[in-house]
């Protein structure tokens, strides 16, 4: 049983003498409360002495009674903890991540930088309410960003997980007992006129125009899979007689260095490849070492961004005709979404190819895609329901 109990202050001599003070003050016109008589006492669960004071006695029982039973729930918070500042918990958040690469560590450290210390630094964590956090989301969304823009939802979306993850950190620490980040209306990137889709015939022709590169802008249009991804493949993680690439590390760029590390939200995967395609790779993995980049820049070693744009991605776009679809190469993501579904892929597959952390993520990007099939649905449960009746009737009108 938790051990809390309350304490008559009345003939303590500090009680004492902070009434004689207080009274002083009274008579020369102050309006501070009078010291509290009835205190609170208790030890936590790490074996420390706690103490809350009380004017009066109701408020002192009931205290004891919410603090007993927050003991035995094993709830229990302490209220000093509570009041650590924003800024102290996020550093200990920042720096207790391990899984994520640098690349996602300084962008959270960005956002924390820009948007979560210039709010919250200096608040309690124990201070912030479920309303001060859904005012800061209005904030964010009717309000210029540090670079004089508006957020995009996205940009918002991943602001507010930042303080959601060190208001988590908080609960973890037992410094506050539930997160105020829950629940809250977040807006949602419903546009989806920056995806281009293109077809068969509009991805083999700005493959044909990329020259050197079209065996790799193919693998971008038919797997899916992310820039960083696509530069790292090396010739032993490609598969041609399964027709499979596998997919465990990306290249990102740091302070204008590339970095090789774990691909993003950890998806190691295997994309698949169309038979056509991966007979085009066989003459770009034979004979290299495993550990060999299938794909290098012109002067060997990885590919950089800006350079494969200037150089070789706006001009073949142009080329092909499509220079009014603002086509980057990220995008080529979204036409191997379409073409798989196109294909019967289910969301399922998809999530796979994409290296989505869930499959309510690519619906919520890919969802208008997929076929309406509530009739296909509704005619296999109609052939059923006529075969069984079928079976029924038979079974009570045998043949004459």
């Not at 964010?140 to 930042?162: F, M, Q, S």
Request: charged share 30%.
């Amino acid at each position: 049983m938790a051990r809390v109990w309350i304490e008559d202050r009345e003939t303590h001599a500090d009680y004492q003498a902070a009434m004689e003070n207080w009274q002083a003050a009274k008579r020369d016109g102050s309006k501070r409360k009078p010291p509290g008589r009835w205190r609170v006492r208790w030890y936590g669960p790490d074996g420390k002495g706690k103490a809350a004071t009380f004017q009066k006695l109701p408020q002192a029982e009931a205290e004891m009674h919410a603090i007993t039973a927050r003991l035995d729930k094993g709830s229990y918070r302490d209220p000093q903890s509570a009041k650590a500042a924003v800024r102290l918990v996020a550093d200990e958040w920042h720096n207790s991540l391990r899984k994520q690469g640098r690349r996602t560590k300084d962008d959270y450290r960005e956002l924390l930088d820009l948007y979560v210390i210039p709010k919250w630094g200096d608040w309690q964590v124990g201070a912030i309410r479920w309303s001060d956090v859904d005012q800061w989301v209005t904030e964010l969304c009717n309000t210029p960003g540090k670079r004089g823009t508006k957020l995009g939802p996205d940009r918002i979306r991943k602001t507010y997980y930042v303080l959601s993850s060190v208001m988590k950190h908080a609960v973890k620490t037992h410094r506050i007992a539930s997160s105020p980040c829950h629940e809250h209306d977040l807006p949602r990137n419903d546009d989806q006129d920056d995806h281009v889709y293109l077809t068969h015939d509009q991805l083999e022709a700005l493959a044909e125009k990329a020259g050197r590169y079209q065996t790799f802008v193919r693998t971008l249009g038919y797997t899916g899979i992310r820039w960083g991804e696509a530069i790292a493949i090396k010739a032993g993680r490609v598969q041609i007689g399964e027709r499979r690439i596998r997919i465990l590390q990306a290249y990102s760029d740091i302070d204008g260095h590339l970095e090789l590390g774990p691909v993003k939200n950890h998806e190691k995967r295997s994309v698949p490849l169309p038979r056509s395609f991966a007979d085009e790779l066989r003459p770009l993995v034979v004979g290299k070492p495993r550990d060999g980049l299938v794909f290098t820049a012109p002067e060997s070693g990885p590919m950089r961004y800006p350079n494969f744009r200037r150089r070789d991605w706006d001009k073949a776009v142009e080329a092909a005709g499509l220079g009014d679809l603002d086509l980057t190469p990220h995008k080529l993501r979204h036409t191997a979404a379409s073409l798989a579904i196109t294909a019967g892929a289910d969301v399922k597959v998809v999530q796979t190819m994409l290296g989505h952390k869930s499959a309510a993520m690519t619906l919520d990007v890919y969802g208008h895609l997929f076929p309406d099939r509530l009739d296909e649905v509704a005619d296999v449960l109609d052939a059923g329901r006529v075969a069984a009746l079928a079976k029924l009737k038979a079974a009570i009108i045998p043949p004459t």
